[in-house]
């Protein structure tokens, strides 16, 4: 094995530590009794930083153009807002 094939490895264990770490913290939100709403979000949130995680690295989306960050981009900050309106519609 040479240090180049090491090279191209370490990104791909630094996710899988992230990813588990990401989900060890999930497991704790989940597991505190802390207000509903402010729970989703948390965990919404994290789930939305572990899937970028895979789709950055697993996917190679790192290493592709700008525009196609910013096509793939734009549907998932619409649905972020949608979500947050939900949230709120749901709140009051």
């Given amino acids: 094995m040479t240090t180049n094939s090491h090279e191209k490895k370490r990104p791909y264990i630094q996710v899988f530590v992230g990813l588990a770490v ?16 402010l729970q989703i979000a ?4 994290l789930a939305a ?20 960050s910013i096509v793939g981009g734009f549907p998932l900050i619409l649905v972020l807002i949608m979500l947050i309106i939900f949230m709120a519609d749901r709140s009051l």
């Fill in 42 to 45: 948390v965990l919404l949130l």
């Fill in 49 to 68: 930083s572990k899937a970028a995680l895979v789709a950055l690295f697993f996917m190679h989306l790192r290493y592709d153009h700008r525009i196609l």
């Fill in 22 to 37: 990401l989900t060890a913290v999930e497991v704790g939100v989940a597991a505190l009794q802390i207000d509903k709403t």
